[in-house]
């Protein structure tokens, strides 16, 4: 692995970790009763995930150059797949991560609340004694936490198919159109520009399906109709799910390409 991919697996685990982490906010909202505040930290995480996914375009698009310019372009399918695969590794952790996640947000809203600043949070975080509340907050999972997935989800199974199949879709959207302009060089712009397309595809699924059942069950812990208990596991479950769309974004790679490849003829 040379350095420029390097840097392309790290960027894409970052992306994925922060989305995954994103949903420890929304247990922290129900913890700490600061659901307005809860859904602030959670939009702001999903908003730097989703739009730095975007990012990783000229990063891959220079790599397929270079990989042209070099006559290894027959390389450049399995560099795909290590992006992908960082991608995977990245929610794995960032599940493992997510007690926490949840006990630094507690503390993040529970800053914003006394300075009533976002700039002052982040800054916060990175001093001593943010750095060293990191270190206090670190959590494992407990093996009693993982028995519980046996009992009721909260959602069920086409909610996390759903998310599953919008996972993927963002995850695979922007390579595989990418790499579908190797595929169709002449096309090879038209190709690249797809990649809205599919991400808008995953992103309304995720805002349309997923986005408002958590929101709903949000409320109904609050009001004392479901348990938090109850409502840790659902965040578990759609993690989960997060991480079956990553691999699956997998298989999907090399056929999402190709129909990719095959639409830009005709577009």
Same mark, same amino acid.
């Given at each position: 692995? /040379?350095?420029?991919?390097?840097?392309?697996?790290?960027?894409? $685990?970052?992306?994925?970790?922060?989305?995954? !982490? %994103?949903?420890?906010? *929304?247990?922290? @909202? &129900? *913890?700490?009763?600061? #659901?307005?505040?809860?859904?602030?930290?959670?939009?702001?995480?999903? !908003?730097?995930?989703?739009?730095?996914?975007?990012?990783?375009?000229?990063?891959?698009?220079?790599?397929?150059?270079?990989?042209?310019?070099?006559? @290894? @372009?027959?390389?450049?399918?399995? /560099?795909?797949?290590?992006?992908?695969?960082?991608?995977?590794?990245? +929610?794995?952790?960032?599940? +493992?991560?997510?007690?926490?996640?949840? =006990?630094?947000?507690?503390?993040?809203?529970?800053?914003?609340?006394?300075?009533?600043?976002?700039? *002052?949070?982040?800054?916060?975080?990175?001093?001593?004694?943010?750095?060293?509340?990191?270190?206090?907050?670190?959590?494992?999972? *407990?093996?009693?936490? !993982? =028995?519980?997935?046996?009992?009721?989800?909260?959602?069920?199974?086409?909610?996390?198919?759903?998310?599953?199949? %919008?996972?993927?879709? #963002?995850? &695979?959207?922007?390579?595989?159109?990418?790499?579908?302009?190797?595929?169709?060089?002449?096309? =090879?712009?038209?190709?690249?520009?797809?990649?809205? +397309?599919?991400?808008? &595809?995953?992103? #309304?699924?995720?805002?349309?399906?997923? /986005?408002?059942?958590?929101?709903?069950?949000?409320?109904?812990?609050? /009001?004392?109709?479901?348990?938090?208990?109850?409502?840790?596991?659902?965040?578990?479950?759609?993690?989960?799910?997060? !991480? $079956?769309?990553?691999?699956?974004?997998?298989?999907?790679?090399?056929?999402?390409?190709?129909?990719?490849?095959?639409? %830009?003829?005709? &577009?």
């Amino acid at each position: 692995m /040379d350095s420029q991919l390097l840097i392309i697996c790290l960027l894409t $685990a970052a992306i994925n970790l922060i989305g995954t !982490l %994103a949903y420890a906010a *929304r247990i922290a @909202g &129900v *913890r700490t009763g600061r #659901i307005a505040m809860s859904f602030a930290l959670f939009n702001i995480l999903v !908003l730097v995930s989703r739009t730095s996914n975007s990012f990783l375009g000229p990063f891959l698009a220079k790599r397929i150059e270079t990989r042209i310019a070099s006559g @290894g @372009g027959e390389a450049l399918y399995g /560099d795909f797949q290590m992006v992908l695969g960082s991608a995977s590794l990245a +929610v794995a952790l960032g599940i +493992v991560l997510v007690p926490t996640g949840q =006990r630094l947000f507690v503390r993040a809203i529970g800053h914003f609340k006394q300075h009533r600043s976002t700039v *002052r949070m982040i800054l916060h975080s990175a001093s001593p004694e943010g750095l060293r509340s990191i270190r206090e907050a670190a959590a494992p999972p *407990r093996l009693g936490q !993982l =028995r519980e997935l046996a009992k009721p989800r909260g959602v069920g199974w086409g909610v996390l198919a759903a998310n599953c199949l %919008a996972q993927a879709l #963002i995850t &695979v959207g922007v390579i595989a159109s990418l790499y579908a302009g190797y595929l169709n060089p002449e096309y =090879r712009v038209t190709a690249s520009q797809l990649s809205a +397309v599919i991400n808008g &595809v995953a992103t #309304i699924l995720l805002f349309a399906l997923i /986005d408002p059942q958590l929101s709903v069950m949000t409320d109904d812990v609050v /009001d004392g109709r479901v348990s938090e208990p109850l409502f840790r596991r659902t965040i578990v479950w759609i993690s989960f799910s997060r !991480l $079956a769309g990553t691999l699956l974004a997998q298989v999907l790679f090399l056929p999402a390409a190709q129909l990719v490849a095959a639409i %830009a003829n005709h &577009v």
